[in-house]
């Protein structure tokens, strides 16, 4: 699986593309949510990078799961609220 998702990722940059993925994932979610990039559409780009993420910053539907970082929420000083992304 690690090998595999390694290649599909290798080949995603050749397209200029990227999908955002904690590095925590374990690797069978990492393959599966990778190969789901598969059914979505996306217009070729000659520079720049396209990126697709899966986190919807709602905790409860993430695919991400236990691993998203959005669950690692700090509070600021103000009461509101600021994402720590690990990527």
């Known amino acids: 699986m690690k090998l595999v998702s390694s290649a599909f990722k290798k080949m995603m940059r ?7 993925l904690p590095k925590s994932l374990p690797p069978d979610l990492e393959y599966k949510l990778l190969i789901r990039m ?3 559409k996306f217009n070729p780009q000659h520079s720049g ?3 697709f ?3 919807t ?3 409860n539907t993430c695919l ?5 970082t959005c669950l690692k929420q700090t509070k600021s000083e ?3 609220s ?4 690990k990527i």
């Open 14 to 20: 050749s397209w200029n593309l990227q999908c955002l």
């Open 38 to 40: 598969l059914n979505r």
């Open 49 to 51: 990078i396209v990126q």
């Open 53 to 55: 993420a899966y986190c």
């Open 57 to 59: 910053m709602n905790t």
């Open 64 to 68: 991400l799961e236990r691993y998203c």
């Open 78 to 80: 103000n009461g509101g």
């Open 82 to 85: 600021f994402l720590e992304s």
